[in-house]
């Protein structure tokens, strides 16, 4: 879902630490981007952009949002185009929710919808996420999404998949008690990947009672481009749905 390979706008200077994140993307740019899309990105992006605090420091998500007060953070990591991303962020205007996405172009198109929009919940960031990851405080997220993730499917590359036992140690460790981890896939082989892992992380537990509950989309589930194409294709989703043990 995601590519990538050009410096975004506004990269130039920043802390190494945020720079030498392990790549789980390709490229950063695919086509030329137009005029209207270049000045969002240079207009829009630096005011909703996650910049990590330096030195190391912890990041407070809720402090993203200041004229928002939100009721609860969540976080979509990779939102390709942003069309799952931006339909959440308008039915529930008083989440604050964290994009996280590499890609300029799929970044460009979110800025599109949050400028017409003028969506007030959302911020970006516009780089890796495992940094951001790193950076939250324990318990803070209420949702986490990882929706149809770049399958790396060859053998050699799939030390590149996103999903590991570190990765999903991570999202629990930032996942408040009872929070959620939604992940979606139209590559069998990438769902029973991510069942494998999350079978070991004790963090977490798969919500699934029946068949259905991992064939049918999650509920108020908006659907993207992306799936649309993989479902003509023939290509059947998987939807997995995993909650936050509570800590003792």
Same mark, same amino acid.
């Given at each position: 879902?995601?590519?990538?390979?050009?410096?975004?706008?506004?990269? &130039?200077?920043?802390?190494h630490?945020?720079?030498?994140? @392990? #790549?789980?993307?390709?490229? +950063?740019?695919?086509?030329?981007? !137009?005029? #209207?899309?270049e000045e969002?990105?240079?207009?829009?992006?630096? $005011?909703?952009?996650?910049?990590?605090?330096?030195?190391?420091?912890?990041?407070?998500?809720r402090?993203?949002?200041?004229?928002?007060?939100?009721?609860?953070?969540?976080? &979509?990591?990779?939102?390709?185009?942003? &069309?799952?991303?931006?339909?959440?962020?308008?039915?529930?205007?008083?989440?604050?929710?964290?994009?996280?996405?590499?890609?300029v172009?799929?970044?460009?198109?979110?800025?599109?919808?949050?400028?017409?929009?003028?969506?007030?919940?959302v911020?970006?960031?516009?780089?890796?996420? $495992?940094?951001l990851?790193?950076?939250?405080?324990?318990?803070?997220?209420?949702?986490?999404?990882l929706?149809?993730?770049?399958?790396?499917?060859?053998?050699?590359?799939?030390?590149?998949?996103?999903? %590991?036992?570190?990765s999903?140690?991570?999202?629990?460790?930032?996942?408040?008690?009872?929070?959620?981890? @939604?992940?979606? %896939?139209?590559?069998?082989?990438?769902?029973?990947? *991510?069942l494998?892992? #999350?079978?070991?992380?004790?963090?977490?537990?798969?919500?699934?009672?029946?068949?259905?509950?991992? +064939?049918?989309?999650?509920?108020?589930?908006?659907?993207?481009?992306?799936?649309?194409?993989?479902?003509?294709?023939g290509?059947?989703? $998987?939807?997995?749905?995993?909650?936050?043990?509570? !800590? *003792?």
């Amino acid at each position: 879902m995601t590519g990538r390979d050009q410096t975004p706008p506004g990269a &130039e200077g920043r802390d190494h630490a945020e720079e030498a994140e @392990r #790549a789980f993307f390709g490229r +950063r740019k695919g086509k030329r981007l !137009r005029d #209207a899309q270049e000045e969002r990105l240079a207009r829009l992006l630096p $005011t909703l952009r996650v910049v990590l605090p330096p030195g190391g420091a912890v990041l407070d998500p809720r402090a993203l949002f200041p004229d928002l007060d939100p009721d609860e953070i969540w976080l &979509e990591i990779g939102f390709g185009g942003g &069309e799952h991303l931006a339909a959440q962020a308008r039915t529930h205007p008083k989440v604050g929710i964290i994009g996280a996405e590499p890609f300029v172009n799929g970044v460009a198109k979110l800025l599109r919808t949050i400028d017409e929009e003028a969506l007030g919940n959302v911020r970006i960031r516009d780089e890796d996420v $495992t940094a951001l990851l790193d950076r939250l405080p324990d318990a803070c997220l209420s949702r986490v999404y990882l929706l149809y993730p770049d399958p790396w499917p060859k053998r050699r590359q799939r030390k590149r998949r996103f999903v %590991s036992e570190a990765s999903l140690a991570a999202i629990a460790r930032v996942l408040k008690d009872g929070g959620l981890f @939604r992940f979606a %896939s139209d590559i069998d082989d990438y769902a029973g990947w *991510t069942l494998a892992r #999350a079978a070991r992380c004790a963090a977490l537990t798969w919500t699934a009672e029946r068949a259905a509950d991992w +064939r049918q989309p999650y509920p108020g589930w908006p659907g993207t481009r992306y799936e649309a194409k993989a479902i003509a294709a023939g290509r059947r989703p $998987t939807y997995l749905e995993f909650a936050r043990v509570a !800590r *003792t």
